[in-house]
């Protein structure tokens, strides 16, 4: 049982470079979610899903899409980065919504160059 | 407490000694809060959490106190150890699908 696993650890873009963060759960979880988190501030969610095939924007959309084809992923695209998406990303999943605790990731760290 | 900036708020304690960390939250419909803990490089562990309807509930070693009157919540640590040196956030669930996390606050527990 993995829990919620994120890929990749590391990554550098340079500026107008698309990527794809992948997100994957073993625990059968229903919603599933993406946050960011940069120095001294809390974790802003960018977009969550509800349920496979559904997807929802979040705080801090701009500049990012989701898909949630199969119900254990969730993937986060950039399209074209952006130094300002230079932050660490939390993947994070369960089955209550916002009422219950999530299980994260153990983050991607993305630097735009 | 919590804040919002550069510079994480730190607590520093020794080792055997309690800890209490403080968060203010913002909103008073918030229902349902969760302290979460952070070690350095990894993702947030989650901790305990309270309802709006109870001022208390005890976890192993843990104890949070929600104080609804001054939107005030508090995770108190007992017999602090080395392993507990990490950043504590909480979050605060204010309606549906909209969780905030606060900036959190850095614990080094000194041997």
């Known amino acids: 049982n993995a829990g919620v696993t994120q890929t990749p650890k590391f990554r550098v873009l340079k500026t107008g470079q698309s990527m794809t963060l992948l997100c994957a759960q073993d625990m059968n979880h229903e919603y599933m979610y993406w946050y960011r988190q940069d120095p001294g501030m809390g974790l802003r969610l960018i977009h969550y899903?509800?349920?496979?095939?559904?997807?929802a924007k979040g705080e801090v959309p701009d500049g990012y899409n989701v898909s949630r084809l199969k119900k254990q992923n969730f993937l986060l695209g950039l399209e074209s980065a952006a130094p300002s998406q230079t932050s660490v990303y939390f993947c994070?999943?369960?089955?209550?919504?916002?009422?219950?605790?999530?299980?994260f990731g153990s983050g991607t760290r993305l630097t735009v160059v | 407490g919590e804040s919002v900036g550069l510079h994480l708020p730190t607590l520093s304690v020794q080792e055997g000694d309690n800890s209490i960390i403080n968060c203010a939250y913002s909103?008073?419909?918030?229902?349902?809060f969760i302290w979460y803990k952070q070690e350095s490089g990894k993702g947030p562990q989650f901790i305990i959490d309270?309802?709006?309807?109870?001022d208390k509930r005890q976890g192993q070693r843990v104890t949070v106190l929600l104080n609804k009157t001054v939107k005030h919540l508090s995770l108190q640590i007992a017999a602090t150890q080395p392993g507990d040196s990490a950043v504590y956030f909480c979050a605060e669930r204010r309606n549906n699908n909209d969780m905030r996390f606060g900036a959190g606050t850095r614990l080094t527990v000194k041997p």
């Open positions: 909103n008073s419909a918030s229902d349902y």
């Open positions: 899903s509800v349920g496979e095939g559904t997807t």
């Open positions: 994070a999943s369960n089955n209550g919504g916002v009422s219950y605790g999530y299980t």
């Open positions: 309270i309802r709006s309807n109870m």
